[in-house]
């Protein structure tokens, strides 16, 4: 649908809300959806629930609803949001609501454990999809048709989209965004929500900083949080000594004792998950390594080729060939 005109009608997004949907799950894609229509057309977004009455969140937040399910001949695009109590929740009658406005709608999305939702009424079957990490073997086990990918941000195939949930939920949002009005649009109202970055699907659900232990001291806590306001910056280990007031030496030794890298490796890692975001979003080598703190192309491509064993141009041609492939 990408290359929308002002004289296209606009798409029209239902998202199914019940009784102890996870508030976040709802909102953040919902927000993508609404702050797009300061840079295109937009969207027409109705909140749907099974009879058209208001619902109660998770937390207990009230949310005003436009539609029951009866009331919804067509949708452009189906959200269904998650829940920590999926079982408990994906009740028949709502179970019931997601195959009926699946039928109804060209694309389907569903947000964490919403994938819950999807593979029960069969859906899933044969298919690829994605969860928040602690729920992926429960989805696994329970759906053995269901190819899941556990450590994908969000997941397409075909018609049907699924996310890891919470924030996730915004990237997927902003990858649907993209499909319709284009990359430069997603990548504006992204700016718009300050979000850094539109992350591509294909990105684990544990970026560097989370697949290493966590800090345990105040001071390595402090650091780290500098490197991640803004990885761009000049983090030599002489820099960040001299914010903690410590030598370069004992900054190495702690960093290497708690996070298992020293600051150098530490910030590399980080600004490398930037520059996978800025390769798959068709930028130039030369412009991610400007956009991540590199620099040169060539100190990028020196970390890059380090710790990923191709260069970044040939693993962007790879990541190019395999989105046309889907």
Same mark, same amino acid.
């Given at each position: 649908?990408?290359?929308?005109?002002?004289?296209?009608?606009? *798409?029209?997004?239902?998202?199914?809300?019940?009784d102890?949907?996870?508030?976040?799950?709802?909102?953040? *894609?919902a927000e993508?959806?609404?702050?797009?229509?300061?840079?295109?057309p937009?969207?027409?977004l109705?909140a749907?629930s099974v009879?058209?009455?208001?619902?109660?969140s998770?937390?207990?937040?009230r949310i005003?609803?436009h539609?029951s399910?009866e009331?919804?001949?067509?949708?452009?695009t189906?959200v269904?949001?998650?829940s920590?109590?999926?079982?408990?929740?994906?009740?028949? *009658?709502?179970?019931?609501a997601?195959?009926?406005?699946a039928?109804?709608?060209?694309r389907?999305a569903?947000?964490?454990?919403?994938a819950?939702a999807?593979?029960?009424?069969?859906?899933?079957?044969?298919?690829?999809?994605?969860?928040?990490?602690?729920?992926?073997?429960?989805?696994?086990?329970?759906?053995?048709?269901?190819?899941?990918e556990s450590?994908?941000?969000?997941?397409?195939?075909?018609?049907?989209?699924?996310?890891?949930g919470?924030a996730?939920g915004i990237?997927?949002?902003l990858?649907?965004?993209?499909?319709?009005?284009?990359?430069d649009?997603?990548?504006?109202?992204?700016q718009?929500?300050?979000?850094?970055?539109?992350?591509?699907?294909?990105?684990s659900?544990f970026?560097?900083?989370?697949?290493?232990?966590a800090?345990? /001291?105040?001071?390595a806590? /402090?650091?780290t949080?500098?490197?991640?306001?803004d990885?761009?910056?000049?983090?030599?280990?002489?820099?960040?000594?001299r914010?903690?007031?410590v030598?370069?030496r004992h900054l190495t030794?702690?960093?290497?004792?708690?996070?298992?890298?020293?600051p /150098? $490796?530490?910030?590399?890692?980080?600004?490398?998950?930037l520059?996978i975001?800025?390769?798959?979003?068709?930028?130039?080598? /030369?412009?991610?390594?400007r956009a991540?703190?590199?620099?040169s192309?060539?100190s990028?491509?020196?970390?890059?080729?380090?710790?990923?064993?191709?260069?970044?141009? $040939?693993?962007q041609?790879?990541?190019?060939?395999?989105?046309?492939?889907g």
């Open positions: 649908m990408t290359g929308r005109t002002a004289e296209a009608p606009r *798409p029209r997004v239902g998202i199914l809300v019940f102890g949907v996870k508030l976040l799950d709802f909102v953040g *894609p993508v959806f609404h702050e797009a229509s300061q840079r295109c937009g969207y027409e109705v749907v009879d058209g009455h208001d619902v109660t998770s937390m207990g937040v005003g609803v539609h399910v009331e919804i001949d067509a949708l452009d189906l269904v949001p998650g920590e109590r999926a079982v408990e929740v994906f009740t028949p *009658p709502v179970l019931d997601v195959r009926t406005l039928a109804r709608s060209d389907v569903s947000i964490c454990t919403a819950f999807l593979a029960s009424v069969g859906l899933l079957d044969g298919r690829k999809t994605t969860t928040h990490w602690k729920f992926a073997a429960t989805l696994a086990a329970a759906f053995p048709r269901v190819r899941v450590d994908a941000i969000f997941v397409k195939d075909g018609r049907l989209h699924s996310s890891a919470v996730a990237d997927l949002a990858a649907l965004l993209e499909e319709d009005y284009g990359a649009v997603a990548r504006s109202v992204a718009l929500l300050l979000v850094y970055m539109k992350r591509s699907g294909s990105q659900q970026s560097a900083s989370l697949k290493g232990p800090p345990r /001291s105040t001071l806590r /402090s650091i949080d500098h490197i991640h306001a990885p761009t910056r000049d983090h030599s280990v002489q820099e960040l000594a914010r903690v007031n030598s370069p030794r702690l960093m290497r004792e708690e996070l298992d890298a020293s /150098s $490796e530490y910030v590399s890692a980080i600004r490398l998950d520059v975001g800025h390769l798959e979003s068709g930028t130039t080598v /030369s412009e991610a390594a991540t703190g590199y620099r192309p060539v990028l491509r020196r970390a890059f080729v380090s710790r990923y064993g191709i260069t970044p141009s $040939e693993y041609r790879r990541f190019q060939t395999s989105r046309s492939a």
